[in-house]
């Protein structure tokens, strides 16, 4: 049992996805009793075991399916050699409860300005971890970001290194210059974050996407790109374009591929 603890923590670590699946009820000549478990990794390899046969193979099938869902879901299985399961004859019952396993969504922020102050405040509401980074130690404080989870207090360049965005990530990036934010889109691109959003104009984020392509980053990445960022809403206030760029980010979660709201 002690593997499959070890494993979760590694997983979870790293922030990758998994479904654990626990045997909660076991009656008759079942092959596992109740609090069996298996861990079923995203690339189909697994540790621990409910019982080998058809019913770890049903099992490993729907915990493939369900690899990025949210609720869990539980699957009887009757052993007696009736209905469904009649190729599994094993004279009991059992129920396994599937439960999808991710880490906690992070709110990764470059830039620790009103906008991002504001951002961070409704992010951290709507459920996110929240990362501020940003080498301004007079911005980037507890005193004016009280709810983030982490604020990086140092040079960019060297926060990327300590930064492991996974699928759960999400970027939003809003410096004080052009520099910074290409250095920051940059390191962006290259990670595997569900959602990277650049603030600024039309003019800029071509000019700064222009710019990757030159140092090689590909255009499929930097299609993945939201930029500018937010959907429209007329938004002035950092407050409101607070709200106009999580509203986006929501729509992402929701909804999925990009495409841009007018």
């Known amino acids: 049992m002690l593997d499959i603890y070890q494993a979760l923590v590694n997983i979870i670590s790293k922030g990758e996805r998994a479904v654990l699946a626990t045997v909660i009820t076991s009656k008759g000549s079942a092959p596992r009793k109740a609090g069996a478990k298996m861990l079923i990794r995203k690339d189909g390899s697994f ?118 965005v996974g699928d759960d990530g999400y970027i939003v990036i809003y410096t004080t210059g052009h520099v910074s934010d290409e250095e920051c889109l940059e390191f962006a691109a290259g990670t595997r974050a569900r959602y990277i959003g650049m603030i600024g104009s039309e003019k800029k984020v071509l000019d700064v996407k222009d710019r990757l392509l030159k140092k090689g980053i590909s255009k499929e990445r930097l299609d993945r790109i939201y930029a500018p960022i937010g959907i429209e809403i007329g938004a002035e206030t950092p407050e409101e374009i607070a709200i106009s760029i999580l509203a986006e980010i929501i729509r992402f979660k929701r909804v999925g591929e990009k495409e841009k709201v007018a």
């Open 47 to 164: 540790v621990g075991t409910v019982g080998g046969g058809g019913v770890e193979q049903k099992v490993k099938g729907k915990a493939m399916e369900m690899m990025n869902a949210i609720e869990p879901e539980v699957l009887h299985f009757d052993l007696s050699g009736k209905g469904r399961d009649a190729g599994m004859i094993c004279g009991g019952q059992m129920d396994v409860f599937l439960e999808p396993i991710s880490t906690v969504e992070t709110l990764y922020l470059f830039g620790a300005g009103h906008i991002s102050r504001s951002t961070a405040a409704m992010g951290r509401k709507l459920g996110f971890r929240v990362v501020v980074i940003d080498p301004r130690a007079e911005y980037n404080n507890t005193e004016r970001f009280p709810d983030a989870d982490e604020l990086l207090v140092e040079e960019y360049q060297k926060a990327f290194k300590k930064l492991n």
